[in-house]
């Protein structure tokens, strides 16, 4: 204990001449680091290297350069699987972005059993993705499927949902509407959490009705939210891979192959490891590229709002 | 309460619950399938609930010795791979917070939006290469691809909203910063590695991806050991969808009891794995 208490005793005396030095935090961070290394720049930096040789599993291996790119560029199934995938990402954030904020309005307002129904409302987004999209598939059932008894119910014809080509991706897009729109709901409620109550107060006082409350008060100030949430909810639906290969596979035939799914089929059916990791890098950088045009454009937005002031 | 304030109330009410009726009808008729007998599951038009119940799924799904296998599988590589992130996590996000490197949570980010496919490719063919395909080891490493970011970037907004007081007095003291982490920090930062734990096991255990490639015969997870189940018996809808409730029972379960945690984890960091 002496040794401990003696420094203590020192240290009072010169602390106010002497700062603290900071203790080397780095010893906390080493062996994450070396995780970190080992399944994610390294799997990295690996794939980079394989998307330039030629690399059939099973046969020798050759360094063939930037071919795979130029493979890429030519191929016709993956241009229709990266038009698949971005109809499919515009509708799975549009449409969970708008339902989303709509919900969130809704759990900010003091309701009975708000906690119950919010848990239960986030229920879809934590629930196994294989066991929903397999209970989906049965909903969608032509014959037996209980989506087409609802809809003779409101007097609709029946669809035949995944099972047709032109059906395939709106009906994959409810499902990830279903599950996804709870998290923009928790993303915009913090952030209607933070807004003051001020500016109601005044706009109550001004004589305001609800349409402009929201256009001028709410939406301006929940924007950099909806922001989070569109950047989130694109990342998430450009490489949604468990409920479209559980309930289709990519099919009827590829009409619902998106970049993700030829990419398993590339590297798993066909085992073209080469060509697989050319798409992989290609991918990734599709997906930093449409993030970065989203934070473009937020801050285009901002600019403007600063301009529209001045 | 005035009636029209009184009105109100029950209209938000009932807003809310149209809100979440397309949750509740989806898990209630994913009930409502697991414990009917075939022919009531091709009645039409559909019958929510049935005359006799068909609890036959449920023992026939619990009772096949393969299932208890897979759910071992399932809790080993999740609890594994939780553990392990924990243990480097914990420590890390605590660094990062304290030497404000906030750069370093880009690899985070990059973790957060490569597509877990693009780990697959190479991964599987290191585990080949050192022959650990058959074992559940390959299964445990590539989640951690999950469960190690989530639990760095909860940490690190953890850790940077703890007090600094405490920890700069027991410096003063001459306690080393591995004294101050073990018992100043850890002991205040309990809920949030709580909230950790959960999302980490949540996340893992839902993984899909990675089981149906790395995953042999004996080394399944739940979610591929039901996806399996489709091809072998397309139309019994009744074991069907009673195993994908067991499988996401744990997980519902978790939900409402920890709906405080969860929340607080997927709005600070709006994290998903894979």
Same mark, same amino acid.
């Given at each position: 204990?002496?040794?401990?208490?003696?420094?203590?005793?020192?240290?009072?005396?010169?602390?106010?001449?002497?700062?603290?030095?900071?203790?080397?935090?780095?010893?906390?961070?080493?062996?994450?680091?070396?995780?970190?290394?080992?399944?994610?720049?390294?799997?990295?930096?690996?794939?980079?290297?394989?998307?330039?040789?030629?690399?059939?599993?099973?046969?020798?291996?050759?360094?063939?350069?930037?071919?795979?790119?130029?493979?890429?560029?030519?191929?016709?199934?993956?241009?229709?699987?990266?038009?698949?995938?971005?109809?499919?990402?515009?509708?799975?954030?549009?449409?969970?972005?708008?339902?989303?904020?709509?919900?969130?309005?809704?759990?900010?307002?003091?309701?009975?059993?708000?906690?119950?129904?919010?848990?239960?409302?986030?229920?879809?987004?934590?629930?196994?993705?294989?066991?929903?999209?397999?209970?989906?598939?049965?909903?969608?059932?032509?014959?037996?499927?209980?989506?087409?008894?609802?809809?003779?119910?409101?007097?609709?014809?029946?669809?035949?949902?995944?099972?047709?080509?032109?059906?395939?991706?709106?009906?994959?897009?409810?499902?990830?509407?279903?599950?996804?729109?709870?998290?923009?709901?928790?993303?915009?409620?913090?952030?209607?959490?933070?807004?003051?109550?001020?500016?109601?107060?005044?706009?109550?006082?001004?004589?305001?009705?609800?349409?402009?409350?929201?256009?001028?008060?709410?939406?301006?100030?929940?924007?950099?939210?909806?922001?989070?949430?569109?950047?989130?909810?694109?990342?998430?639906?450009?490489?949604?891979?468990?409920?479209?290969?559980?309930?289709?596979?990519?099919?009827?035939?590829?009409?619902?192959?998106?970049?993700?799914?030829?990419?398993?089929?590339?590297?798993?059916?066909?085992?073209?490891?080469?060509?697989?990791?050319?798409?992989?890098?290609?991918?990734?950088?599709?997906?930093?590229?449409?993030?970065?045009?989203?934070?473009?454009?937020?801050?285009?937005?901002?600019?403007?709002?600063?301009?529209?002031?001045? | 309460?005035?009636?029209?304030?009184?009105?109100?109330?029950?209209?938000?009410?009932?807003?809310?619950?149209?809100?979440?009726?397309?949750?509740?009808?989806?898990?209630?008729?994913?009930?409502?399938?697991?414990?009917?007998?075939?022919?009531?599951?091709?009645?039409?038009?559909?019958?929510?609930?049935?005359?006799?119940?068909?609890?036959?799924?449920?023992?026939?799904?619990?009772?096949?010795?393969?299932?208890?296998?897979?759910?071992?599988?399932?809790?080993?590589?999740?609890?594994?791979?939780?553990?392990?992130?924990?243990?480097?996590?914990?420590?890390?996000?605590?660094?990062?917070?304290?030497?404000?490197?906030?750069?370093?949570?880009?690899?985070?980010?990059?973790?957060?939006?490569?597509?877990?496919?693009?780990?697959?490719?190479?991964?599987?063919?290191?585990?080949?290469?050192?022959?650990?395909?058959?074992?559940?080891?390959?299964?445990?490493?590539?989640?951690?691809?999950?469960?190690?970011?989530?639990?760095?970037?909860?940490?690190?907004?953890?850790?940077?909203?703890?007090?600094?007081?405490?920890?700069?007095?027991?410096?003063?003291?001459?306690?080393?910063?591995?004294?101050?982490?073990?018992?100043?920090?850890?002991?205040?930062?309990?809920?949030?590695?709580?909230?950790?734990?959960?999302?980490?096991?949540?996340?893992?255990?839902?993984?899909?991806?990675?089981?149906?490639?790395?995953?042999?015969?004996?080394?399944? &997870? +739940? $979610? *591929?050991?039901?996806?399996?189940?489709?091809?072998?018996? !397309?139309?019994?809808? /009744?074991?069907? #969808?009673? @195993?994908?409730?067991?499988? &996401? +029972? $744990? *997980?519902?379960?978790?939900?409402?009891?920890?709906?405080? !945690?969860?929340?607080? /984890?997927?709005? #600070?960091? @709006?994290?998903?794995?894979?």
């Amino acid at each position: 204990m002496s040794t401990i208490a003696q420094p203590a005793v020192i240290s009072t005396d010169v602390a106010p001449h002497r700062q603290l030095r900071p203790p080397s935090y780095w010893p906390f961070v080493i062996p994450a680091l070396i995780v970190v290394l080992a399944v994610i720049i390294l799997p990295w930096l690996f794939t980079i290297w394989m998307s330039l040789r030629e690399w059939k599993v099973g046969s020798p291996t050759t360094f063939v350069g930037l071919a795979n790119y130029l493979r890429l560029a030519s191929d016709p199934r993956f241009g229709e699987a990266a038009f698949h995938t971005l109809v499919y990402t515009a509708l799975s954030v549009l449409l969970p972005l708008l339902l989303g904020t709509l919900a969130a309005i809704l759990f900010h307002a003091r309701m009975p059993w708000r906690g119950l129904l919010r848990g239960i409302f986030i229920l879809p987004m934590l629930a196994t993705p294989v066991a929903i999209a397999l209970v989906w598939t049965m909903m969608f059932h032509p014959q037996l499927g209980i989506l087409n008894y609802l809809l003779s119910l409101v007097g609709l014809p029946a669809q035949l949902w995944v099972f047709h080509p032109a059906t395939v991706i709106p009906s994959l897009v409810l499902v990830e509407t279903w599950q996804w729109t709870p998290l923009v709901m928790l993303i915009v409620l913090g952030g209607l959490a933070s807004i003051p109550a001020e500016p109601y107060e005044s706009a109550e006082l001004d004589g305001a009705n609800a349409w402009q409350v929201f256009r001028y008060i709410t939406l301006p100030l929940i924007t950099p939210f909806l922001f989070i949430a569109a950047m989130i909810r694109m990342i998430d639906a450009v490489k949604s891979f468990d409920v479209i290969f559980a309930i289709t596979q990519g099919g009827p035939g590829t009409a619902s192959e998106t970049i993700n799914l030829y990419l398993y089929s590339v590297a798993f059916s066909y085992y073209d490891i080469g060509y697989a990791s050319a798409i992989a890098v290609v991918f990734f950088a599709l997906i930093v590229a449409l993030a970065a045009a989203l934070l473009h454009l937020r801050q285009r937005l901002q600019w403007n709002e600063i301009g529209g002031a001045a | 309460m005035s009636p029209r304030q009184w009105l109100g109330r029950i209209g938000l009410g009932f807003a809310g619950l149209v809100m979440v009726s397309p949750a509740i009808l989806f898990f209630l008729w994913m009930a409502s399938l697991s414990i009917k007998f075939e022919i009531d599951n091709a009645a039409y038009p559909p019958i929510l609930i049935p005359d006799r119940f068909a609890w036959k799924n449920y023992s026939d799904v619990l009772a096949s010795n393969h299932f208890l296998r897979f759910f071992l599988n399932s809790l080993w590589v999740t609890g594994t791979a939780t553990g392990l992130a924990l243990l480097v996590g914990v420590p890390a996000g605590y660094g990062i917070a304290r030497m404000a490197a906030h750069r370093s949570a880009i690899v985070i980010l990059i973790a957060r939006i490569t597509p877990g496919l693009s780990y697959l490719i190479p991964l599987f063919l290191l585990f080949q290469w050192l022959g650990l395909l058959g074992t559940l080891w390959p299964q445990i490493i590539i989640h951690l691809v999950v469960t190690v970011p989530i639990v760095i970037w909860i940490m690190i907004g953890y850790f940077e909203t703890t007090p600094l007081e405490l920890e700069q007095a027991a410096l003063i003291d001459g306690a080393t910063s591995w004294q101050v982490f073990r018992h100043v920090a850890l002991p205040i930062a309990r809920p949030g590695i709580a909230v950790a734990f959960i999302l980490a096991v949540i996340f893992s255990w839902n993984n899909f991806v990675f089981g149906i490639v790395l995953a042999g015969r004996e080394t399944r &997870t +739940l $979610p *591929v050991a039901v996806y399996n189940m489709i091809s072998y018996d !397309q139309l019994s809808w /009744g074991p069907l #969808a009673a @195993a994908a409730l067991i499988v &996401t +029972l $744990p *997980v519902l379960l978790l939900t409402v009891f920890a709906q405080r !945690q969860i929340v607080a /984890g997927l709005t #600070a960091g @709006a994290v998903k794995g894979g």
